[in-house]
């Protein structure tokens, strides 16, 4: 079955760097998603994206946070200053309609900010 | 936000019997509910979803439903398997397709 992939597995990075995680979804999705779940608590809706804007975003989703589609299969997520609060696993996922189709997440990056 | 509650943080059960994950939500705007499973080290996966417009959807092993006047969901799992063994979400979605999922409650189904 198709798949989401993400990169890096984990990833530490010094508060205030830079950090971009990537997201390749499925090949013929077209509505690509992150959340993120920090340790413990749920899992919470970051932003959407579809035809090269975004869609919806969260209140967690502020300046620090863009996302970007380079080219036809990478999805990315740039936190330009990390925070510690903003360590947490961070999940790509896509879809093929936006008609609340199931969602297929990858495997996620494990983001630790120290 | 608490707009997707599951107020159990864990759950045991033996092997063949019922597992019950219950969920509860405030906002009677989500018109779909979803449950997905997630093991260690893994994103979560689709398991069953419903419409609002439904009560009840089965699957196999799993069934869900759905009582809109309590707001409140529920996802049996007959019989469980140790294979269940996950920490199994509720996610509550609205028209804009704006998913809010609930904390979680981790199923140990015992051999």
């Known amino acids: 079955e198709p798949e989401v992939t993400q990169t890096p597995s984990h990833q530490v990075t010094q508060m205030g760097q830079e950090v971009i995680l990537r997201c390749v979804p499925i090949s013929n999705h077209l509505y690509f998603y992150w959340y993120r779940q920090i340790l413990g608590q749920k899992v919470e809706f970051l932003v959407s994206?579809?035809?090269?804007?975004?869609?919806?975003k969260s209140e967690i989703f502020d300046d620090q946070f863009s996302v970007e589609r380079p080219d036809g299969s990478n999805f990315t997520l740039k936190i330009r200053s990390t925070k510690l609060e903003d360590s947490a696993m961070y999940f790509c996922?896509?879809?093929?309609?936006?008609?609340?189709?199931?969602?297929?997440f990858g495997s996620g990056t494990q983001l630790s900010v120290l | 936000d608490q707009q997707v509650k599951q107020n159990s943080p864990s759950l045991s059960v033996q092997e063949g019997r019922i597992s019950i994950l219950n969920c509860d939500y405030t906002n009677s705007m989500f018109d779909y509910f979803l449950w997905y499973k997630k093991y260690p080290a893994e994103g979560p996966t689709f398991l069953i979803s419903?419409?609002?417009?439904?009560d009840k959807n089965e699957d196999g092993r799993f069934t869900v439903f759905l009582n809109k006047s309590a707001k409140h969901l529920s996802l049996h799992i007959v019989p469980s398997q140790p294979g269940d063994s996950a920490v199994y979400f509720c996610a509550a979605s609205m028209p804009n397709n704006d998913m809010r999922f609930g904390a979680g409650t981790r199923l140990t189904v015992k051999p």
């Open positions: 996922a896509s879809t093929l309609r936006d008609t609340n189709e199931k969602l297929f």
């Open positions: 994206f579809y035809n090269n804007e975004i869609s919806e």
């Open positions: 419903i419409s609002s417009i439904k």
